[in-house]
């Protein structure tokens, strides 16, 4: 956590702060961080506290191999909101929709491909990026809406983006949390040694101990094999787990223990989906063009657009600097790094989501 500590303290420095004070889309603030919402205290870190129960839901068979599983939520008169779960193989949960105001929203939460409640579950063929993009399109044509929002963190932010370079006229606000670019050099970062395993040595070690030794020069590749059932079935099941629980460890700022993090996951199958359908991602630089989303040409497309950033300054999996070349090469957008990690549910996360949420809901 040195290198954060270092940058933290030097964003602090009457230098630092006058250079990004210049932009208009940074809040400098002297106080526990940098960046601070300028709204209204009208939101104290909590979600809405609105009923669970979605509006509707909905099965739209895209093609002879999938269907997809949609819920809407909020106002069906309020302002439409694609949220954008994460993983790859992530899914969809009520909670999500309680980052939006319902009685201003009309929340709109899609399990993507194998995913979720979509079938059928963990299927990989037909599943790229530039399939679930389209199956968005669908869902918004289905749905009778002509422009939304996007929302979404992690993987989220990736197919965000994506999703609104390559469909711009239809967009008209984005959040994104959590920044993932898509670059080999972020998946090498959490997938392979010498990246995040020296923040969490412990979740590592039990991540690397699933491989045989002589297979751990790519633990990508090493994963596959073992996904694949090459070193058996037992083997199989534990590669699955141990994929997953290396992922689970460092979501949150309060890290869970290992031995709590696996006995959660063991209590369903997801586990299992969420391994294969990242590996598959993973494996295939996530079916985008090395750095896609920060090229001049598809960030032009998407400027108009209102975007806000929010990056956990102690965020394991999406580290720091990448939100930061997102911003460089998007200084439109407007930038809050938060003292909190990866997940959408760290308390500062969650103010700066629910804020920018008031903020484009007027």
């Given at each position: 956590m040195i290198y954060i500590n270092i940058l933290y303290n030097k964003m602090k420095t009457k230098k630092y702060k006058n250079k990004i004070s210049k932009s208009k889309s940074i809040k400098s603030n002297t106080n526990r961080y940098l960046c601070r919402h300028?709204?209204?205290?009208?939101?104290?870190g909590k979600l809405f506290d609105h009923p669970i129960k979605p509006l509707k839901s909905y099965k739209l068979r895209v093609s002879e191999i999938h269907t997809i599983s949609f819920k809407t939520y909020g106002n069906p008169s309020g302002?439409?909101?694609?949220?954008?779960?994460?993983?790859?193989?992530?899914?969809?949960?009520?909670?999500?929709?309680?980052?939006?105001?319902?009685?201003?929203?009309?929340?709109?939460?899609?399990?993507?491909?194998g995913c979720g409640k979509s079938k059928p579950t963990?299927?990989?063929?037909?599943?790229?990026?530039?399939?679930?993009?389209?199956?968005?399109?669908?869902i918004r044509k289905k749905l009778g809406i002509k422009k939304?929002?996007?929302?979404?963190?992690?993987?989220?932010?990736?197919?965000?983006?994506?999703?609104?370079?390559?469909?711009?006229?239809?967009?008209?606000?984005?959040?994104?949390r959590a920044i993932f670019l898509g670059t080999q050099e972020e998946i090498d970062w959490l997938s392979e040694a010498h990246g995040a395993e020296n923040i969490n040595p412990i979740g590592w070690e039990y991540y690397r101990n699933a491989i045989p030794k002589e297979y751990r020069t790519s633990y990508v590749d090493a994963y596959g094999k073992c996904f694949n059932g090459d070193f058996g079935i037992k083997k199989k099941n534990q590669c699955f787990v141990a994929w997953a629980a290396w992922e689970d460890m460092n979501l949150k700022l309060n890290m869970p223990t290992l031995e709590h993090t696996i006995n959660e996951l063991k209590k369903n199958k997801s586990y299992i989906t969420t391994a294969?359908?990242?590996?598959?991602?993973?494996?295939?630089?996530?079916?985008?063009?090395?750095?896609?989303?920060?090229?001049?040409?598809?960030?032009d497309r998407i400027r108009h657009i209102p975007t806000?950033?929010?990056?956990?300054?102690?965020?394991?999996?999406?580290?720091?600097?990448?939100?930061?070349?997102?911003?460089?090469?998007f200084p439109e957008a407007e930038f809050y790094p938060t003292m909190a990690g990866h997940s959408s549910?760290?308390?500062?996360?969650?103010?700066?989501?629910?804020e920018s949420t008031n903020d484009f809901s007027k």
């Open positions: 300028s709204l209204k205290k009208t939101y104290h302002k439409p909101v694609l949220y954008v779960h994460g993983g790859p193989g992530g899914g969809t949960r009520p909670s999500m929709a309680r980052f939006f105001n319902p009685k201003k929203y009309y929340i709109i939460l899609v399990d993507q491909r963990s299927e990989l063929r037909e599943n790229t990026t530039q399939d679930l993009v389209n199956d968005y399109e669908k939304w929002m996007l929302s979404g963190g992690s993987w989220g932010s990736t197919l965000a983006l994506y999703y609104a370079i390559v469909h711009p006229e239809v967009v008209t606000n984005i959040i994104v294969l359908i990242e590996h598959h991602y993973f494996s295939n630089n996530c079916f985008i063009e090395e750095g896609f989303l920060t090229k001049k040409e598809n960030i806000k950033i929010i990056q956990g300054l102690y965020d394991i999996i999406c580290p720091f600097k990448y939100a930061y070349l997102l911003h460089k090469a549910y760290d308390k500062e996360n969650i103010k700066h989501i629910v």
